[in-house]
């Protein structure tokens, strides 16, 4: 592996983050909070760091990667990246360098898990800051640099394919940064389109600003302790429409907004999710109704306990992670249905987490498939997908994810265990960071945080939050040793 095309593409990277700090601080200037000598700090650390890393990997490099090189070099960017994240929280004295870590990580790969208590407490460029690591870290800050550094000239189609998670990343135009360019085109476009819906509904503007950020990154930080449940319903129902947005292959807005107006119905994958919500919503609904849960009286008591399921339902299968309502009081009956949401997550090519629709509907085409040939041995059954044949590569990928996926939520909650933490509270806590969902059950569920973990629980959760955000691979193969020799 070339160590050029490492230190520049983390050069990029770190520089980047920098100039995204301006920011905050501009922000920091005009409300004049007495933070902005520190933001100058952070943001200076980021870019200078960045520069010497450049010049370090300027000259002769490698224009074409290997698939092995580009997912670490796409892993070792997000790591430098959310160091430099943390800088902002550390500089301005709110967190000690394990919390800020752990809340920059969750703001980049959009999990939407937070370390504070009283997030009321932060200044309005902190606040900002939050919600704009998210927002960048929802189209993936590789895809970003393809976008806006077209002379990147390092593996361009490589880190794309190692940084879109999903087994099979769309490319919408010839040349891989007009892919970028589209795909963060129409992500600010129904930004700007929702931050226009909240202000009308009644929303300030950075509120809106930052809820847009979030909502459409699936993010979930928001600028209240009480999250979504502190806004009127006309909020919470534009947030969970363009939460489920948010939940769709971004593939298919573009073609949708080109004039194919079928696009939508015509996928097999969209379809399902659409059903699926759905699916989920009424049921939980049903079950919070025949319980007493939410006792139904009127009409707007109807509408509260339907918005409500809805909006959890919707919040936890995108990975959002907004709460509308403390769902850690609801009947116990309720909680595989919210935990097979935050297990499930949204499509492929969207910004949600999760182990997603596809994989989930190829699996049970797999069992469909067993059973078949347990009736038919000698028949032949070919497994498809949106009318076309899925190649063993896929099926097989699809097969090794999940076992990876139940390995790493096993492992990980075991060693959380360690750290004597309760079963329920581990095993969620773990999941919903391997699905960048944000809130869990038990000590970290719908009104809790994280900040009471000890440190070496909140590295290893950060860790997790970062594998599922770059679908495992991205970090695992920075464990094996082949690809550290020499070539």
């Known amino acids: 592996m070339t160590l050029r095309n490492i230190l520049y593409l983390i050069g990029i990277m770190l520089a980047c983050v920098g100039v995204m700090q301006l920011f905050p601080l501009g922000l920091s200037v005009f409300f004049g909070d007495g933070y902005a000598s520190f933001l100058v700090l952070s943001c200076a650390v980021s870019v200078f760091s960045g520069i010497l890393l450049i010049r370090a990997g300027s000259g002769r490099r ?52 937070s370390v504070l208590s009283d997030i009321e407490a932060l200044p309005q460029s902190l606040l900002f800051w939050r919600s704009l690591t998210q927002w960048c870290g929802g189209m993936g800050i590789i895809v970003l640099s393809l976008a806006v550094l077209p002379h990147l000239g390092v593996g361009g189609m490589q880190l ?55 909502t459409l990154a699936t993010g979930g930080f928001s600028t209240k302790n009480a999250s979504a449940a502190a806004f009127s319903p006309a909020v919470q129902w534009i947030i969970i429409i363009f939460m489920f947005l948010a939940g769709i292959n971004f593939t298919l807005h573009f073609h949708f907004i080109s004039g194919r107006w079928n696009a939508y119905r015509k996928s097999e994958e969209c379809r399902f999710f659409v059903l699926l919500c759905a699916v989920l919503a009424i049921f939980t609904a049903l079950y919070l109704y025949v319980s007493g849960a939410v006792p139904v009286q009127s009409l707007s008591d109807a509408e509260k306990l339907i918005r409500g399921a809805v909006f959890q339902i919707v919040s936890l299968i995108t990975s959002t992670g907004f709460v509308s309502e403390n769902y850690s009081l609801w009947p116990l009956g309720t909680v595989p249905l919210l935990m097979f949401s935050i297990f499930v997550g949204g499509c492929v090519g969207s910004t949600a987490g999760g182990f997603k629709i596809m994989r989930v509907m190829v699996l049970g085409k797999v069992v469909r498939r067993e059973f078949f040939f347990m009736l038919h041995p000698r028949g032949v059954y070919t497994i498809k997908f949106q009318d076309r044949p899925l190649s063993e590569k896929i099926i097989s990928g699809t097969g090794f994810f999940f076992i990876t996926y139940m390995l790493m939520l096993f492992l990980c909650s075991g060693l959380l265990l360690c750290c004597r933490i309760d079963f329920l ?28 973990m000890p440190p070496v629980a909140k590295v290893l959760l950060s860790f997790c939050m970062l594998a599922g955000r770059l679908e495992f691979y991205a970090l695992l193969i920075l464990l094996h040793p082949s690809l550290w020799r020499k070539r």
């Open 62 to 113: 490698r224009t074409i990667l290997s698939n092995s090189e580009a997912l670490a070099c796409v892993g070792l960017c997000w790591i430098a990246a959310t160091c430099a994240g943390a800088l902002p929280y550390v500089s301005t004295g709110f967190m000690h360098p394990v919390d800020a870590w752990f809340e920059s990580v969750s703001g980049f790969t959009t999990t939407g898990s």
């Open 160 to 214: 794309y394919r190692a940084e879109v998670p999903g087994p099979t990343p769309d490319k919408l135009a010839p040349r891989i940064q007009d892919t970028a360019k589209i795909l963060w085109g129409g992500y600010c476009v129904l930004t700007a389109v929702m931050v226009v819906c909240l202000l009308f509904a009644g929303m300030d503007v950075l509120e809106a600003v930052n809820h847009a950020f979030a």
């Open 425 to 452: 509270t581990s095993v969620s806590a773990v999941l919903t960071c391997l699905s960048n969902t944000g809130p869990g059950f038990g000590l970290v569920g719908a009104v809790d945080n994280f900040g009471w």
